[in-house]
């Protein structure tokens, strides 16, 4: 029953360091997303997959870039980290048809001092 | 600016009340679904609508998608505590990317 998993779950970065969320699924899914969530709020899209050796960007993809090279795999790299990317990262996954059910990872802390 | 706008942002009600949550666009959704979020987790499904005007209901809430496809709303009766949590809507516009709102935070009080 793994579903999405996510690694690492909590990360503390230094301002210009560069790190890479892991994300995998167990589900034969096409479509993967990365969201992330500040406190409180709701949840912003920043790249998402239809399928391996396919990626598009969602809402704020600046200070990100993600790569699928297998259809489980889709990790989210933040390069020159800022205190604006301390965030909780959610990746999640679907079949990818209207109305599926998107199923999300259990989120990674991240926090850039 | 933000695609699905939800209100209120937060509620705060007393166990047996009921209440709603609205989630509004200016734009046209293939289909729409809400989520329930809890401390520490994921969102999870709770339904997803297809259809302007459709109304579906799952116990005690009662989930309806505008005719024009927009909006949304999600009325909850005789809330419990265990409905406590993080609301959200989220919206397709056919291309599979699931645009998220702004949310509803609900706590009952017992």
């Known amino acids: 029953n793994a579903g999405v998993t996510q690694t690492p779950k909590f990360r503390i970065l230094k301002i210009g360091q560069s790190m890479t969320l892991q994300c995998a699924q167990d589900m034969n899914h096409n479509y993967m997303y990365w969201y992330r969530q500040d406190p409180g709020m709701g949840l912003k899209l920043i790249y998402y997959s239809v399928g391996a050796g396919i990626t598009d960007k969602g809402e704020v993809p600046n200070g990100y870039n993600v790569s699928r090279s297998t259809t489980e795999d889709f990790p989210l790299r933040l390069e020159l980290a800022a205190p604006s990317q301390t965030s909780v990262y959610f990746c999640?996954?679907?079949?990818?048809?209207?109305?599926?059910?998107?199923?999300f990872g259990e989120g990674s802390w991240l926090t850039v001092v | 600016t933000q695609l699905l706008e939800q209100s209120p942002q937060f509620l705060s009600i007393q166990e047996g009340e009921n209440l709603t949550v609205y989630c509004n666009s200016s734009?046209?959704?293939?289909?729409l679904q809400w989520y329930r979020q809890e401390p520490g987790e994921g969102p999870v499904l709770l339904v997803t609508?297809?259809?302007?005007?459709e109304v579906k209901k799952l116990k005690r809430l009662t989930f309806q998608f505008g005719d024009a496809r927009k909006d949304s709303s999600l009325h909850i009766t005789a809330a419990q505590p265990g409905d406590t949590g993080l609301y959200l809507c989220?919206?397709?516009?056919?291309?599979?990317?699931?645009?998220f709102g702004t949310g509803t935070r609900l706590k009952v009080l017992a």
């Open positions: 609508v297809v259809t302007g005007g």
């Open positions: 734009s046209v959704f293939s289909s």
């Open positions: 989220a919206g397709d516009r056919g291309t599979y990317k699931y645009i």
């Open positions: 999640a996954s679907s079949w990818g048809s209207s109305g599926n059910t998107i199923y």
